[in-house]
């Protein structure tokens, strides 16, 4: 299934790194940036996430949440945040379900494993509809972040 600009985001509710429950209606009347990750303490993801962090002033001035989501575990996801200072909620699909509605999932991915969310950056607007939607094949490329902003910019 792909998701594509104009559709209705779907609904999802997972957990974050304190267990707590984060549902995408937690953050109606709100932008979301919605980034999907492979998997934690990797290079280019802890760099992505970084990158993110140092720029959550621009993204507070343009009216948007971040949310990342990865299928690691909680406790795994507990620590990336820590260790790297991320100021945003990391959520866990480790059922693969959300991964799987937005059509972010690697059937095969490096090293055998299977059900890995794809590198994938989706901008879902205060109505909860996708105005931007970006699913990377290779892992080791980044979404588009100026592009993102751009859209950012036209709906805030």
């Known amino acids: ?12 509710s997972l957990r974050n790194t304190k267990t707590e429950p984060v549902s995408l209606s937690d953050f109606e009347g709100q932008n979301v940036l919605l980034l999907f990750f492979p998997l934690a303490f990797t290079g280019v993801c802890t760099d992505e996430l970084c990158t993110t962090n140092d720029n959550l002033k621009v993204y507070e001035k343009l009216n948007t949440q ?45 090293l055998d494993m299977n059900g890995v969310s794809k590198r994938s950056a989706f901008v879902i ?23 993102i902003k751009a859209v950012l910019e036209q709906i805030s």
């Open 1 to 12: 299934m792909n998701i594509q600009v104009g559709d209705k985001a779907p609904h999802f």
């Open 66 to 110: 971040i949310l990342a989501i990865s299928v690691d575990s909680l406790f795994t996801l507990e620590k990336f945040k820590a260790e790297n200072n991320l100021n945003f909620p990391l959520l866990s699909d480790f059922n693969k379900d959300v991964s799987r509605a937005y059509g972010a999932l690697y059937a095969n991915f490096v």
């Open 125 to 147: 607007d205060k109505e909860g509809v996708i105005k931007y939607a970006e699913v990377l094949e290779s892992a080791g490329d980044l979404p588009n972040f100026s592009e």
